[in-house]
């Protein structure tokens, strides 16, 4: 069953970054990001407090009367949700398998760069079979993007075993798969009156935008061969173009009218 999103719990930083992260290039006039919040009742002070303290911390950057985003983590990520939503794989997967060794004899790193390695290592979307041994089809790049770690060795492998068997121990298809159905049957509540231009719809369809961007970057994008039947990543992303263009197109008519 869809679940409406609450959109009273966003704060003015969350917004800014939620709007910036979407767009591409990550910069926009500080009019273009105060009319955004005002969408959901973030008044224009909070709003410019907000953004001198994200300039402060070093997230986001003034110039020109506009604002970017600035921290590398926030760049990458950012990065990262675009080609999570273009979804772009090998043409042709032959089999093998990325595999990432973690440790090194003597070695002791820190609980924050333990955490920091292995959010790293989803993020390039392998998924820990054992603690310090991760893997992934090899249909992305070669190696994945993952920071440069002395203690972390590479190797191509090919599974014995059953690859779909294995994948489906790595990841929660079902799980992902039902996500994604959910979040097609609320854009497809909410396309049809953000295309009839019902301005009453921003509010949450920009709060089920940041929910489906999220989704994308969770999507393994694993070969079609290891996929379950009725795979919906596909059905996602072609229901998105659609909704991100009707939810763009009513919003630029919004900021234009209260620019």
Do not use: C
């Amino acid at each position: 069953m869809s679940q409406r999103r609450n959109t009273r719990s966003l704060t003015a930083r969350s917004v800014l970054l939620s709007v910036l992260l979407g767009t591409d290039p990550p910069r926009l006039p500080v009019r273009v990001l105060v009319r955004t919040t005002e969408l959901f009742g973030i008044a224009e002070g909070t709003t410019r407090t907000a953004l001198s303290r994200m300039a402060a911390a070093g997230e986001v950057e003034a110039d020109d009367g506009s604002y970017a985003l600035a921290a590398d983590r926030l760049l990458a990520r950012q990065a990262r949700q675009v080609a999570s939503r273009a979804a772009r794989t090998r043409p042709r997967w032959d089999g093998g398998w990325a595999q990432a060794v973690v440790g090194a004899p003597g070695r002791r790193r820190s609980a924050a760069d333990r955490a920091a390695l292995r959010a790293a290592l989803a993020a390039a979307r392998l998924a820990e079979l054992r603690e310090g041994l991760w893997l992934r089809p090899d249909n992305l790049g070669d190696p994945p993007d993952v920071p440069d770690v002395p203690d972390v060795q590479w190797f191509r492998t090919t599974p014995v075993d059953d690859p779909r068997v294995l994948a489906g121990r790595l990841w929660d298809l079902d799980g992902w798969a039902a996500g994604a159905d959910d979040l097609r049957g609320q854009m497809a509540t909410l396309v049809e009156p953000l295309e009839a231009g019902d301005r009453q719809a921003l509010r949450e369809g920009f709060v089920l935008s940041a929910a489906v961007l999220r989704q994308f970057q969770l999507d393994p994008l694993l070969p079609a061969d290891l996929l379950p039947a009725g795979w919906p990543g596909d059905a996602l992303r072609k229901d998105y173009d659609r909704y991100d263009d009707a939810y763009r197109r009513l919003l630029g008519s919004w900021l234009r009218e209260h620019g």
